[in-house]
């Protein structure tokens, strides 16, 4: 969690990681969510839950809905559907057919559906066995290494992750899994996380210093599709690490095991899906959100060095915009991961140059912003290691040494 003294490490890096970080691991980009979300075959599903039958009513009515309110032959930008529900409902009125009450329930099936499709990207990459779930493991274990290098009170590295997949933390625990790590590096989500279940190897965040455990951070500025709120007293859980499936921790979730604590028997508060949806009114009022932005504010404040790796900088995300104004130091570093098609041509019409993210970094940090566009991996393929197995196998010494009496 944060520091309590105000002492500024000497060297810090913050990486900062948008959709495209986890593109290649099978993740749509969020422009993509919605063509996908009608484009899912249950006829390729393997070992399908009793939850596709939700998802496909759930997908029926978003259907409907976008059929008549956006009837253009290509779906609508995801920020405009979420825009349109939410300012209609906050205001009571209709939509054409629908209701303020029926597009409260649009919206639930949309998020629904959203979290279907992360959930079911999920699912395939953690039984991925070669390909792209390589790349990222040997990734985690980079990430691990340069964690605990600098020892239990070190504070090398902070991960903020805009997007909503829970890739780079699942990753982290594939290797702790393997090198017997687990209870001795977590992940730190920065806020008031509980373990899902009563053996999860999840220690919550706000405990893993005191407990002497290597902390990594990752901050969640948008929610997490591995995050589960009670709507009663508003406690967040994590099945992160779990052996479960995602299906069983996620696609229908359990009730809240504090309320069922201290109601006796009365109704209990079913966990939901946690994420911030996009939308141009977004609201932040929930206190694990606002810790998670507090905390992303120090970490930046702090960096020596900001390395954006899959994000856009798009104009619709003012609230990080204003995070990165107030936070970054004039004399930090900036690194910013693209690819190729992220930067405009010579022959590219001047009034077409903004749409490309390689302008808007330029235009937001200036000259500093150092721009490389050979996309993640290439980025990343001088530091990561060539060896996993003797990576996890110098890991797992590590984790297990005794210490020194």
Same mark, same amino acid.
């Given at each position: 969690?944060?520091?309590?003294?105000?002492?500024?490490?000497?060297?810090?890096?913050?990486?900062?990681?948008?959709?495209?970080?986890?593109?290649?691991?099978?993740?749509?980009?969020?422009?993509?969510?919605?063509?996908?979300?009608?484009?899912?075959?249950?006829?390729?599903?393997?070992?399908?839950?009793?939850?596709?039958?939700?998802?496909?009513?759930?997908?029926?009515?978003?259907?409907?809905?976008?059929?008549?309110?956006?009837?253009?032959?290509?779906?609508?930008?995801?920020?405009?559907?979420?825009?349109?529900?939410?300012?209609?409902?906050?205001?009571?009125?209709?939509?054409?057919?629908?209701?303020?009450?029926?597009?409260?329930?649009?919206?639930?099936?949309?998020?629904? +559906?959203?979290?279907?499709?992360?959930?079911?990207?999920?699912?395939?990459?953690?039984?991925?066995?070669?390909?792209?779930?390589?790349?990222?493991?040997?990734?985690?274990?980079?990430?691990?290494?340069?964690?605990?290098?600098?020892?239990?009170?070190?504070?090398?590295?902070?991960?903020?992750?805009?997007?909503?997949?829970?890739?780079?933390?699942?990753?982290?625990?594939?290797?702790?899994?393997?090198?017997?790590?687990?209870?001795?590096?977590?992940?730190?989500?920065?806020?008031?996380?509980?373990?899902?279940?009563?053996?999860?190897?999840?220690?919550?965040?706000?405990?893993?210093?005191?407990?002497?455990?290597?902390?990594?951070?990752?901050?969640?500025?948008?929610?997490?599709?591995?995050?589960?709120?009670?709507?009663?007293?508003?406690?967040?859980?994590?099945?992160?690490?779990?052996?479960?499936?995602?299906?069983?921790?996620?696609?229908?979730?359990?009730?809240?095991?504090?309320?069922?604590?201290?109601?006796?028997?009365? +109704?209990?508060?079913?966990?939901?899906?946690?994420?911030?949806?996009?939308?141009?009114?977004?609201?932040?009022?929930?206190?694990?959100?606002?810790?998670?932005?507090?905390?992303?504010?120090?970490?930046?404040?702090?960096?020596?060095?900001?390395?954006?790796?899959?994000?856009?900088?798009?104009?619709?995300?003012?609230?990080?915009?204003?995070?990165?104004?107030?936070?970054?130091?004039?004399?930090?570093?900036?690194?910013?991961?693209?690819?190729?098609?992220?930067?405009?041509?010579? +022959?590219?019409?001047?009034?077409?140059?903004?749409?490309?993210?390689?302008?808007?970094?330029?235009?937001?940090?200036?000259?500093?912003?150092?721009?490389?566009?050979?996309?993640?991996?290439?980025?990343?393929?001088?530091?990561?290691?060539?060896?996993?197995?003797?990576?996890?196998?110098?890991?797992?010494?590590?984790?297990?040494?005794?210490?020194?009496?």
């Amino acid at each position: 969690m944060a520091r309590s003294h105000t002492e500024r490490p000497a060297k810090k890096t913050v990486y900062v990681l948008g959709a495209g970080f986890a593109r290649d691991a099978g993740f749509p980009l969020q422009a993509e969510i919605l063509s996908q979300i009608m484009a899912v075959d249950f006829g390729t599903l393997v070992d399908a839950p009793i939850y596709y039958t939700e998802f496909e009513m759930a997908r029926r009515r978003v259907q409907d809905f976008l059929a008549e309110v956006f009837p253009g032959r290509n779906p609508p930008a995801l920020e405009d559907v979420f825009t349109l529900l939410d300012e209609t409902i906050a205001r009571r009125q209709r939509c054409q057919s629908f209701s303020s009450q029926t597009l409260d329930g649009i919206r639930e099936d949309l998020k629904h +559906t959203i979290l279907f499709l992360l959930q079911l990207a999920t699912e395939r990459y953690l039984r991925d066995t070669a390909g792209a779930s390589d790349f990222y493991r040997r990734l985690a274990a980079h990430f691990i290494l340069e964690r605990m290098r600098a020892g239990k009170r070190g504070d090398p590295i902070a991960v903020l992750i805009v997007n909503w997949d829970s890739v780079f933390e699942d990753t982290v625990y594939w290797c702790l899994h393997r090198v017997d790590g687990l209870r001795r590096l977590d992940i730190d989500y920065c806020c008031y996380t509980n373990p899902l279940g009563r053996g999860d190897p999840h220690t919550p965040s706000l405990l893993q210093k005191a407990k002497g455990l290597y902390n990594l951070k990752v901050i969640k500025l948008h929610g997490s599709i591995n995050w589960l709120i009670c709507s009663n007293c508003e406690a967040l859980f994590t099945g992160l690490g779990s052996k479960r499936s995602v299906w069983e921790d996620y696609a229908q979730p359990p009730h809240c095991p504090i309320c069922f604590r201290t109601s006796r028997g009365s +109704t209990q508060a079913a966990l939901e899906g946690f994420f911030v949806s996009p939308t141009f009114v977004k609201v932040f009022d929930n206190a694990h959100i606002r810790m998670a932005w507090h905390n992303a504010y120090l970490e930046l404040a702090e960096a020596d060095r900001v390395v954006f790796v899959g994000y856009s900088l798009p104009a619709a995300d003012f609230h990080v915009r204003t995070l990165l104004r107030r936070s970054i130091r004039p004399d930090a570093e900036i690194i910013v991961v693209l690819r190729q098609a992220d930067k405009p041509g010579r +022959t590219t019409p001047v009034r077409l140059r903004a749409s490309f993210a390689a302008v808007r970094y330029k235009d937001f940090f200036g000259e500093r912003a150092r721009i490389t566009l050979g996309g993640v991996r290439r980025f990343f393929k001088p530091i990561i290691p060539s060896d996993l197995d003797g990576t996890l196998h110098r890991i797992g010494c590590l984790l297990n040494r005794r210490p020194r009496r």
